[in-house]
């Protein structure tokens, strides 16, 4: 059981950067927390809040760590800890950044926060499955924060990406980070239910991370987990509403020679019994990852029939 935070006692005994990351070690580990949206360890989640939170680099020199800190910082440090730790509040909530195939966004409650393995898909230019010269027009659907939008669009800056969210709130705050890296001409924002507003429009690529935790797993998320928007998460009984449209739609959306990304996590076993015969090609990480699968226009053509549910 985690042990009460004053924050005022904290403000008056901490001093220095390097007290305040020690100090959230501790009474992290003590709390036992789940980690998972940006660290996996008490040490890197506390350097992480610290940091963050001082608006210090992540590759500071080590002698700024005993930097004495000023009254509001230390009050401002305590706080976050302490909503850390006994209101299990994920870290980039707290400081209002996350960081995306090397990019750090703006996130607040109202999207999900940005962790999906197709950042390194997008560092390594989804080679080799398709050519930069040839990307014209990208689709990520479900943008949420915009990550996805903002790295493609930067990974290919001669094509347009259209960034879809049902969520107005999302995309309130993708609107941020498309301002935030200047794209406002390369990213066109629009509110849509999946693919309901884009009649007539095609993609020579098509991203997707969409809601896909089921009923019984969400119900089993750590309390770190219910701070995240449950549309983002949540997604029926068996987690594939959302993904099963995908599929049945997204040929009517791509170019002959477009490619369709979609992530589908644990729930990669139920897609493939479901979809059984479907050709997925699922993707492997270096840095971790899984359940992500892709598929070319042609296949979604070749079995379209196994696609397109009644």
Request: proline fraction near 5%; charged fraction near 25%; charge should be negative.
């Amino acid at each position: 059981m985690a042990s009460v935070i004053d924050i005022r006692e904290v403000a008056e005994e901490m001093e220095t950067v390097r007290d305040f990351i020690r100090y959230a070690v501790t009474h992290f580990n003590q709390a036992n927390l789940v980690y998972g949206h940006g660290t996996d360890n008490g040490w890197d989640e506390a350097v992480n809040l610290v940091l963050s939170a001082l608006h210090l680099p992540p590759d500071i020199d080590n002698n700024v760590l005993d930097a004495k800190l000023a009254i509001s910082e230390k009050k401002a440090l305590a706080e976050k800890i302490k909503r850390r730790v006994e209101d299990r509040v994920p870290v980039p909530y707290l400081v209002n950044e996350s960081w995306f195939a090397g990019l750090n966004f703006y996130v607040d409650e109202r999207v999900i926060i940005p962790r999906s393995p197709i950042a390194e898909l997008l560092e390594d230019e989804l080679s080799p499955w398709v050519e930069m010269e040839n990307v014209q027009n990208i689709l990520d659907m479900c943008t949420g924060s915009g990550c996805i939008a903002v790295s493609a669009a930067l990974t290919f800056p001669e094509a347009l990406v259209d960034a879809v969210d049902l969520s107005e709130d999302a995309l309130e705050v993708a609107k941020i980070n498309v301002k935030r890296f200047g794209l406002e001409e390369n990213i066109n924002l629009i509110h849509s239910d999946v693919f309901e507003g884009l009649s007539g429009k095609r993609y020579d690529i098509i991203i997707s991370n969409p809601p896909y935790v089921g009923k019984e797993e969400y119900d089993a998320l750590p309390t770190e987990y219910t701070h995240e928007p449950q549309q983002s998460l949540l997604c029926g009984e068996d987690g594939l509403a959302v993904v099963r449209k995908i599929l049945a739609q997204a040929e009517n959306h791509l170019t002959p020679t477009g490619i369709l990304i979609v992530e589908v996590g644990y729930s990669q076993e139920l897609l493939e019994v479901e979809y059984e015969g479907v050709p997925f090609t699922w993707l492997q990480f270096e840095r971790g990852g899984e359940g992500v699968f892709l598929l070319t226009a042609e296949e979604l053509r070749e079995f379209r029939h196994l696609l397109v549910q009644q």
